[in-house]
């Protein structure tokens, strides 16, 4: 390794919810770190993924889609965008082909002038549209301070290497930020967290992915095996009825599905104890958002 030619920098994913943002940031970390689901709000907190290689560091930060804030909750998701942008070195503007530009891009867009580092955009879900869209779309952004803008699919693998070619143009010298084989800060806890909550964003409708959140008690690893408990924190009697099911066996789906993810991640086996609870409103509480991690 060449110290005087290392490249290292920080990279935050931004825009409006479901565009792709998880999808894209866990394609260029070949690693399912960030959860992903075919709602919007997926994603609540910022999630950090590191990039290794022998000349150069990228820390990509996936951030939740950019709303409205109309709970406390929404607010600090706001928050995690701007701290990401703080730091950042590059900013990746996702969006989508098909939906392109609603509200919310013109208010990025907006915000993102202010921002003086490299602007890259990338438009995604090009499978669902036909050539003419994309060329329509890429003329709008034309117009914004991009230094580059990328019309791909993220179903499609060999973005990888496209989105990192072209963020590795604007990446500084600069030495590692983190150690050479760490692949995120966060602990274990959040991501077994997370990919319960992404079981429930896959498992349920209406409000209670968006009423629900997720607390791991306990991750006790075994050698072979992991025993985990955590708690399903709901807004509702009537919520923890649903999420139960009949016999108990939606739950009991979702547990299962939990249970195959945390496998995939920690390559142990894995038996995981859920927990139903009910805290009224704790979207709207400072207490309880903190209490949950927000
Ligand atoms: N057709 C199509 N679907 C895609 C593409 N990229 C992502 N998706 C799907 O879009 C949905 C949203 O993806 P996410 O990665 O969770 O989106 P996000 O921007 O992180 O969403 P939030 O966390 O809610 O802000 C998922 O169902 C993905 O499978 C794409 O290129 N084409
Ligand atoms: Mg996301």
Redesign the pocket.
């Known amino acids: 390794m060449d110290i005087t030619k290392f490249k290292s920098g920080f990279v935050s994913i931004i ?12 394609i260029l970390l070949n690693e399912k770190l ?11 907190q910022n999630v950090k993924g590191i990039l290794n290689d022998e000349n150069k560091q990228i820390i990509f930060l ?4 950019f709303v409205k804030a109309r709970y406390e909750l929404h607010e600090k998701m706001l928050e995690y965008i701007r701290n990401s942008l703080q730091d950042s070195d590059i900013v990746l503007f ?1 969006t ?1 082909a098909n939906h392109f530009p609603t509200d919310y891009d013109l208010e990025i867009l907006k915000f993102l002038k202010k921002i003086k580092v490299p602007k890259l955009a990338i438009i ?5 549209v036909t050539q003419d869209v994309i060329k329509e779309k890429i003329e709008i952004l034309s117009k914004e301070n991009f230094e580059l803008i990328i019309p ?5 693998e060999k973005i990888r290497e496209v989105i990192l070619i072209a963020v590795e143009q604007f990446l500084p010298l600069h030495p590692p930020f983190y150690a050479l084989d760490e692949m995120s800060d966060l602990p274990m806890k959040f991501f077994v967290q997370e990919l319960i909550r992404e079981r429930i964003f896959h498992n349920y409708g209406d409000e209670i992915p968006y009423s629900s959140t997720v607390i791991v008690e306990h991750y006790k690893d075994l050698g072979n095996k992991v025993d985990i408990e955590a708690t399903i924190w709901l807004e509702r009697k009537t919520q923890k009825i649903i999420v139960i099911g009949k016999n108990g066996e939606k739950i009991k789906k979702m547990r299962i599905e939990a249970e195959k993810e945390i496998h995939s991640l920690v390559q142990k086996r894995v038996k995981l104890n859920l927990w139903i609870k009910i805290k009224a409103n704790w979207r709207k509480k400072t207490n309880a958002l903190k209490e949950f991690g927000y």
């Open positions: 825009g409006k919810p479901n565009v792709g943002k998880s999808t894209i940031m866990n960030s959860i992903i689901s075919p709602k919007p709000q997926t994603t609540r996936d951030t939740p889609g996702v989508d995604n879900k090009i499978d669902l791909l699919s993220a179903k499609e």
